[in-house]
């Protein structure tokens, strides 16, 4: 079974950093790619970045280029989301998601819609004060 756990969220003032972790079991790094999504109250839920390619490949959003590193540690079975310089507009719920990766086409068109993926974990909660 596809499972995936989001940990690491808290609250922090703006201008500081985060590190959430998303504990993958039950699928191997080079069939899938993971990606984290937001959803800020009374706002859509929004893709932000994507990992594949057993970490080969990344894809971040422009609202958190510069700012969020997605990376992965294959033998954990974990990805992480390293969160800099943290504005109040990233206050949020963040999830994790999880599902086969689409090849042959560039992670852009495909890795921020959330219907791409099947397995999601309940989210970690993200506060940043001004």
């Known amino acids: 079974e596809v499972q995936v756990v989001e940990s690491g969220g808290g609250l922090v003032q703006a201008g500081g950093s985060l590190r959430l972790s998303c504990a993958a079991s039950?699928?191997?790094?080079?069939?899938?790619?993971i990606a984290w999504f937001r959803q800020a109250a009374g706002k859509e839920r929004e893709g932000i970045s994507c990992?594949?390619?057993?970490?080969?490949?990344?894809y971040y959003t422009d609202s958190v280029k510069g700012r969020f590193t997605i990376s992965s540690d294959n033998a954990k079975n974990m990805v992480y989301l390293q969160m800099n310089n943290l504005k109040p507009e990233d206050t949020a719920v963040y999830y994790c998601?999880?599902?086969?990766?689409?090849?042959?086409?560039?992670?852009?068109?495909?890795?921020?819609?959330?219907?791409?993926?099947?397995?999601w974990g309940r989210g970690t909660q993200v506060t940043v004060s001004s």
């Open positions: 990992i594949g390619g057993s970490g080969r490949r990344t």
């Open positions: 998601a999880a599902d086969l990766e689409i090849l042959g086409y560039g992670m852009e068109y495909w890795c921020t819609d959330g219907t791409q993926f099947g397995s």
């Open positions: 039950g699928f191997t790094f080079d069939e899938y790619a």
